[in-house]
């Protein structure tokens, strides 16, 4: 998501197969569109060449490109609700900042000034989020008043919330208790999800970064957000090679060893706090998508639920180890297989085999 004209579509395209529109001029995208995107996974690409099975599942993640943002959206200004509530359906917000300068593209506030154009942005979330607490309030307050004790409890966390945006903060949810992040979990509040700032700039900033790009991403920086630069027109031009090895004599030029749109995908799936796991066999590679800090048998329910209902064990390999001794069963001659039970909490990148009850 962005302001008008902040290269949203032009990115969007550059990671999913679905070519959104893109042209200069406002609200160019209308309805969003949804994109499913595999994840660059050199690991799994690693674990193929040893396996070479029949099938190669890779991780993916879904990207919605949604219309441009205007002031006075969160009032409905530039068809703002509905662009609003499709962010609402979202588990973390990607937000396009524009940094450069092109005079043949308006902008919609008429001047480039990307810290600007955040604080526009995340005014409307945080207006649109006290309109949503007001509602629930209005509603609350009635059960409160009956002496209801959970809804008394509910009400001062509105309240406290209400004061929190008012006074021009923030609602940091790593402020609030758990109990509070679980009442206002079913708001799906905007302004608390976790953004990644992805600074769109042109190809000589990405060679060689101005002292305006470098103070801008610092300053976002220092709100603890997560930042990364790319050219969306340059990722456009990459994507359109078909050949590898040309690609990767682009990216060289530009001194990268990967493509911002790999980057942007790696860095969303981190940004969501997930890992990955493998299962590997002739049949089937394929990556799998977990919670951080997840034990083995919720992980053994990704694949199927009654993987975790009847688990028994988890075979585990490092990954390191298997690209190390190059198959399972060396693997298991050299005793690095590992078994573990239920209370084993699973890494990044295990490669992973469960027994469990039928």
Known sequence: MGLPNVGKSTLFNCLSNTKAQSANFPFCTIDPNIGLVNIPDERLNKLVELVAPEKIVPNSVEIVDIAGL??????GEGLGNQFLSNIRETNAIIHVLRCYHDENITHVEGSVDPLRDKEIIDFELKLKDLETIEKRKEKISRAAKTGD???IIELNLLEKLITIINDGNSINSSSLSVDENNLIKSMSL?????VLYVCNVDEKNIKSPSDELKSIV?????????VIVLAAK???????????DDRKMFLEDLG???S??????KETHNLLNLSTFYTAGKKEVRAWTFKKGSKAPQVAGIIHTDF???FIKADVIKYNDYINFGSELKVKEAGKLKTEGKEYVVIDGDIINFKFNT
Not at 190 to 194: D, F, V
């Open 70 to 75: 205007v002031k006075g959206a969160s009032k």
């Open 149 to 151: 004790k959970n809804s």
């Open 190 to 194: 905007l302004s608390i999800k976790p």
């Open 218 to 226: 610092s300053n976002l920086k220092t709100t603890g957000s997560n």
């Open 234 to 244: 340059t990722e456009e031009e990459i994507n359109e090679l078909d050949n590898y």
């Open 256 to 258: 990268l060893s990967e």
């Open 260 to 265: 911002g749109a790999s980057k942007l995908i």
């Open 308 to 310: 975790e209902k009847g």
